[in-house]
T-cell receptor, first 112, second 112 residues
């Protein structure tokens, strides 16, 4: 199993550009989530999904959209990038909320 | 979550000694707690979890203690090794909520 994969690994955007961060898992996990991690800080929950077709907001959802059309994929869309969105983004998946989450390697995003 | 700015709390421990990492959680309704380890440049990795109906749980070289009265969680690492050097995060979940919220991290530094 590949586990949780994220693409791209690195990305530089200009303010106002949009892009999609990809996340996929091959473990048939129902629960998937997106976090952002700023330097020297913990992880903050952006959006999460408890199954295909179901998404919900986390702690910091503004400026981000998600969709979950399949169990495997959970893309994160930045609608209009801002410098405040410069961060490392982690995708995670698990069998459910109260199970261990498996994290991807992260995407380092810089918005100039 | 609370911001700790650019500087994480750091715990320095002599190799071979036991490490105790503490976490104060915020929500008295939380009933599931998890510890994650994050090595430099990687995504967080599950260490151990505990449910609110338990006070203590042991794994391989790790023990988690839960004190619900004071909303405090601790992770004890026995015989600390160089490979334990990382940032450690606690996370919490409420049964009626599907969000998993991370707390402040602690950097564990191993002294030779």
């Amino acid at each position: 199993n590949a586990g949780v994969t994220q693409t791209p690994k690195f990305q530089v955007l200009k303010t106002g550009q949009s892009m999609t961060l990809q996340c996929a898992q091959d473990m048939n996990h129902e629960y998937m989530s997106w976090y952002r991690q700023d330097p020297g800080m913990g992880l903050r929950l952006i959006h999460y999904s408890v199954g295909a077709g179901i998404t919900d907001q986390g702690e910091v959802p503004n400026g981000y959209n998600v969709s979950r059309s399949t169990t495997e994929d959970f893309p994160l869309r930045l609608l209009s990038a801002a410098p405040s969105q410069t961060s490392v983004y982690f995708c995670a998946s698990s069998y459910g909320t109260v199970y261990e989450q498996y994290f991807g390697p992260g995407t380092r995003l810089t918005v100039t | 979550g609370e911001s700790v700015g650019l500087h994480l709390p750091t715990l320095s421990v002599q190799e071979g000694d036991n490490s105790i990492i503490n976490c104060a959680y915020s929500n008295s309704a939380s009933d599931y707690f998890i510890w994650y380890k994050q090595e430099s440049g990687k995504g967080p990795q599950f260490i151990i979890d505990i449910r609110s109906n338990m006070d203590k749980r042991q794994g391989q070289r790790v023990t988690v203690l839960l004190n619900k009265t004071v909303k405090h969680l601790s992770l004890q690492i026995a015989a600390t090794q160089p490979g334990d050097s990382a940032v450690y995060f606690c996370a919490e979940n409420m049964n009626r909520d599907d969000k998993i919220i991370f707390g402040k991290g602690t950097r564990l530094h191993i002294l030779p």
